[in-house]
């Protein structure tokens, strides 16, 4: 083997072991720049050598830009559900009932913990990743080999060498709680919809057609099954031990019992300790050792005899009230926040919990200092769900609503109908301000890569922008004046501002904070207006004549437009050369072919997105409406469909298609 060749495979390996140290291991021997200069070593190598090719070189984890559809095949053993409970005393029976089912022997079980995320499983040849498939049905799933290669903590090549030839490991795809909470900050900065729970995020992302976006959003992976013709030991836990020593993450958790007694410690250890996990869990998994003992109880229809899932109650917590603050939203709404006692809950410190507006809190009847109780139960944040009276103190006030901005002192507003205060002053008030600036350089709005929401504020407070027109005055020495901007920092966030002159006027109206319109009514309203100029001429029957404009929007429109500073901030953006008008390739490959019919779409997709499809049900005429009704014409449904949505569906007798469906519906 040549220098170069000796080279690349030292480097490799030095990466999958660096890599498993940090991701699998939690215990990194080197640091972030010292592993990211071994992989621009070896990236610059592949280049110039393409003759040392390898599809599951460490250089390979970040994923690719293409966009490729997802075949389905069969699992070679089926990927069967457990059968579960809630109660400690059904697992003490099930404990009884294989005992029984195996008179004379002694039937040893597996602890394991059960995480929530999505199924995955892989098939490895000679110690490589060959395969990768989703749970799908049970009988088939999707192959996601290139979005599952770009997990870090999955091995793409094996140590040791003591693995079977082929076999196949069963796992749980997982966001991390850390993750989970950026994703959906990340998501809400872009005002699009939070997922609810790490198990929902994870199964979204592992099906989306760019691996590119895959690798970003930091999954993580637990093994827990292994199967095969030529296993290296008879009982389930020492095979998960070889896997470990194989490169697999496999639980800490994971844990042999000999009793009930053990088992029902297990339980009560874990349903604390789960707490503190990094992952979300939903319960525990009971498995009998022996694999021979698996074979003799067998399965039943719908899962196997020799193991059982305990599934946990959802989280609540109780913890004291420290204060209750007033946060100011770009749009002026004021939003009650409860400020807590630090308490564990899901696997995140809790502090704070939204109390949403007046009428929410004065039903909860919140009290200074309160004990409260708080849920997270997988959902997307935490919420209070009640008061415990009993802890009260005899002298405490009950917390009241703010008559003023808590930032600029204007007296509050509320309309009629409103069930939220505002503060008025939306031209004087910093966090409206600030936060209008945050969601025009948003990425569903202007996408102006360079400035995110710390930047926005930053530049607030230096005073170098108070109005997004400021934005494009901005020049790369005065950005690098601000923390965390050096020269190349600043020159992207330049480069950004240039590039979104290109942003089509739909976008630009989304982006303008204009109160009641969103992204799909900006889209909507664009067309029908086809610029700026005459959307501010247009009066309010003219407006409401415009689909899905009624008059609460179109009275928001007539005022946006009346006041000066807005005016002035829309010529300075036509100055600057943003786009205030629809141009024709907008309108390429428009057609009516869905003209009168509404969606509901549902599921998750692998051929486009959620947004994607939404995109295309406008594009060809059609309607997105959020929930089914008579009115409804079809629901596009992927998989994991709500089952409520489907039981509606069923009983209102709308069609039900899927996506191979509605894309010949289009001609695609």
Known sequence: MDSIASEIKRLRDDLNRHNHK????????????????MMKRLEALEREHPEYDDPLSPTRRVGSDITKGFEQTRHIYPMLSLGNTYSIEEVDEWVKRTETAL??????????????GTGISLIYEHGRLVRAVTRGDGEKGDVVTDNVMTIRSIPLVLNGDDWPERFEIRGEIVLPWKAFDRLNEERERNEEPLFANPRNAAAGTLKMQNSAVVASRGLDAYFYYLLGENLPYDTHYDNMMAARRWGFKVSDAMTLLHDIADVDRYISHWDTARKELPVATDGLVFKINSLRQQLNLGFTAKSPRWAIAYKFAAERALTRLRFVSFDVGRLGYITPVANLEPVLLSGTIVKRAS???????????????????????GEIIPKITGVDTD?????????????????????????????????????????????????????????IDGIGDETAAALYA??????????????????????????????????????????TFDRVLFALSIPFVGETTA?????????????????????????????????????????????????????????????????????????????????????????????????????NVSSISKKTDYVLAGENMGPAKLEKANSLGIAIIDENQFLEMIGQ
């Open 103 to 116: 008179p004379g022997l002694t039937a040893e079980i597996v602890g394991e913990m059960k995480f929530d």
């Open 355 to 377: 109390l949403h507006n007046e009428d929410i809190m004065r039903a909860l009847d919140i009290h200074d200092n309160d004990m409260l109780y708080v849920e997270k139960g």
């Open 22 to 37: 940090y991701y699998v291991e939690n215990s990194p021997e080197i640091s972030d720049r010292e592993f990211d200069e």
């Open 523 to 623: 889209r909507k309203i664009a067309r029908a207006a086809g610029s700026i100029d005459r959307l501010a001429s247009m009066n309010r029957i003219e407006l409401t004549g415009i689909e899905d404009v009624g008059e609460k929007i179109a009275d928001s429109i007539i005022e946006y437009f009346a006041n000066q500073s807005n005016r002035d901030n829309i010529e300075r953006l036509r100055a600057a050369g943003v786009q205030l008008e629809m141009t024709t390739e907008n309108d390429e490959g428009r057609t009516d072919l869905l003209a009168g019919k509404s969606f509901v779409i549902s599921g998750i997709f692998s051929r486009h997105s959620r947004d994607e499809y939404k995109k295309l049900i406008e594009l060809n005429g059609g309607k």
């Open 462 to 503: 230096a005073g170098l922008a108070r109005t997004p027109a400021d934005l494009y005055d901005l020049r790369a020495d005065q950005l690098m004046m601000l923390a965390g901007f050096g020269h190349r920092s600043a020159e992207r966030a330049i480069e950004g501002l240039e590039a979104s002159r290109n942003v």
């Open 391 to 447: 802890a009260r103190q005899p002298d405490a006030e009950p917390v009241r609503f703010v008559s003023h901005c808590p930032v600029c002192g204007t007296p509050l507003v509320r309309f009629e109908g409103e069930a939220a205060w505002m503060c008025p002053n939306h031209y004087g008030c910093a966090p409206q301000l600030i936060g209008r600036i945050e969601h025009f350089v948003s990425r569903r709005m202007m996408n």
